[in-house]
């Protein structure tokens, strides 16, 4: 099997084009899930009644169900329902006016969420209870204690398993060419439509994510520096 | 002047408060003794509302609560009359020395950032840290951080300052600089409710003396009357087991 370096590049430049889509997909959906990941996490620590408990259960339930499979669902229910629901709420558009990379934010988004909160449930949970009551016995409120204690001690624990994720993510965003949106895995293969020819789009694909990966993993080292200077080691 | 009546707490099936009351006048001190697990932390934190009671009022100068139902708005006026110093010191671990004894006076009282910091370093320097401003409680020792935690109370100018067992901790040769930094406090006439083991630290410090054993105060009085004329046979038994340890291991 040779390695063309010529065609090798033509497939980085097809992938390139869509890192545009990948953003929009990856970015959309670790927005939504950090925003709502943190509320649920904080309802389940802070123990808010009843809402507390059906989190809980559809966080665990949601976790089981593998992100091709929820992909594939929610497309589904998408080319089957969205003209009676477009109907129904008196939308004048149908499924064709619709991008589907809407799908598959929405099925990223969902996982990001559930994600999101275990991480930041986790880093919560990494923080002594005394904390909370030295705040309190100062005079300061809940929510008080929650941002000026609480959040900043978390943040450089949470970091390093939120990277996990967004890595994660990121990866896991090439699965939407599942049902055909084209992102960067997608894009650096259509060469290969063409000339039968898969390995060089494969390692172009490789390539873009490996750079999109080391460059968070830089990024989250200089901001885990930044906010973790009030521990003994700056390396822990 | 604070007081609380027949305070009670479960923990699951276990009865930890009985219906425990205590009268501190103004300027009082008041130690609390008694075995582990007599309830007295508790009592202590149900008092600061950090453990919501099962039942019992709360009496502070002209304001009374019931320590079950209180709401936010009030749990929040009565916790900014008090401070608490803990064990484990509770230091913010994210914050300095200097910003952990601020942050009650800019945060919850609302005291101009400038101002609050000149209190800050003003009772930093009254526990001897005068160099320590700007170290985090990572890079502090035990006594040090005890001195942050009781600065951290002091300067927020209560009318009770609550002591749980601010000694524990500690290493031996730290105690008695810690407890004799109490004693000062004792002296600028602060009210203070401060649970210990320190049997000398009460004898020298208190003004009373309450003895509290599964769940109930068993005996109260001077530290004169508690230490040398003890009624109940239980404080006997309890003082006279403290005390030939202490004379056991003290050579």
């Known amino acids: ?60 339930v949601y976790q089981g169900v593998p992100i091709v499979v929820a992909l594939l669902l929610y497309n589904l229910l998408f080319m089957l329902e969205f003209n009676n629901l477009a109907k129904f709420l008196n939308l004048s558009k149908t499924v064709k006016d619709v991008d589907n990379i809407w799908v598959g934010i929405f099925a990223l988004t969902l996982t990001a969420i559930c994600s999101m909160s275990e991480v930041i449930r986790g880093a919560l949970l990494s923080i002594d209870k005394g904390q909370d009551e030295a705040g309190y016995s100062v005079g300061l409120t809940k929510v008080q204690t929650i941002r000026r204690i609480i959040v900043p001690q978390m943040v450089p624990v949470a970091i390093p398993m939120m990277i996990n994720n967004i890595v994660g993510l990121i990866k896991a965003s090439s699965v939407v060419m599942a049902i055909g949106i084209t992102e960067i895995a997608a894009g650096a293969i259509i060469p290969g439509s063409r000339t039968y020819s898969f390995f060089e789009g494969y390692a172009a694909a490789a390539l873009i994510y490996w750079t999109f990966t080391v460059l968070i993993e830089y990024l989250a080292g200089r901001l885990r520096k930044h906010t973790g200077k009030f521990k003994r080691s700056s390396y822990d | 002047m604070i007081e609380v009546n027949n305070v009670k707490k479960s923990f699951g099936k276990s009865e930890v408060l009985k219906g ?98 000149e209190q800050a370093k003003e009772a930093l320097d009254w526990v001897g840290l005068s160099d320590k401003y700007d170290y985090y409680p990572s890079r502090l020792s ?110």
């Open chain 2, 142 to 251: 035990g006594g040090q951080q005890q001195r942050v935690g009781i600065a951290r109370a002091f300067v927020l100018n209560p009318e009770v300052i609550l002591f749980d067992e601010p000694t524990s901790a500690l290493d031996p040769e730290l105690v008695g600089e810690t407890l004799d930094l109490i004693k000062r406090v004792a002296q600028k006439g602060i009210t203070m409710i401060v649970v210990t083991h320190e049997m000398s630290f009460a004898q020298d410090v208190a003004d009373k003396v309450i003895f509290m054993d599964e769940g109930v105060v068993v005996e109260e009085g001077s530290p004169a009357q508690i230490f040398s004329r003890p009624k109940e046979e239980r404080t006997k038994q309890f003082l006279s087991r403290i005390i030939s340890l202490e004379s056991n291991y003290s050579i």
């Open chain 1, 1 to 60: 099997m040779g390695f063309n370096s010529d065609y090798f590049w033509e497939c980085l430049r097809s992938g390139i084009i869509y890192i545009p889509n990948t953003i929009k997909l990856v970015f959309i959906s670790l927005l939504t899930g950090f925003i709502f990941g943190t509320i649920i996490a904080l309802i389940r620590v802070y123990k808010v009644p009843v809402i507390n408990k059906v989190l809980a259960i559809f966080v665990t």
């Open chain 2, 20 to 117: 425990v009351s205590v009268h501190v006048e103004d300027g009082e001190v008041v130690v609390i003794l008694g075995p582990s697990g007599s309830g007295k932390t508790t009592l202590l934190r149900c008092i600061n509302f950090l453990e919501t009671a099962d039942s019992g009022e709360l009496t502070m100068g002209n304001i009374s609560v019931n320590l079950k139902k209180a709401n936010k708005k009030q749990i929040l006026h009565i916790r900014r009359k008090m401070a608490f110093v803990f064990q484990n010191y509770n230091l913010f671990a994210n914050k300095t020395a200097l910003e952990n004894v601020m942050e009650g006076l800019v945060t919850a009282r609302k005291i101009p950032k400038d101002k609050a910091k």
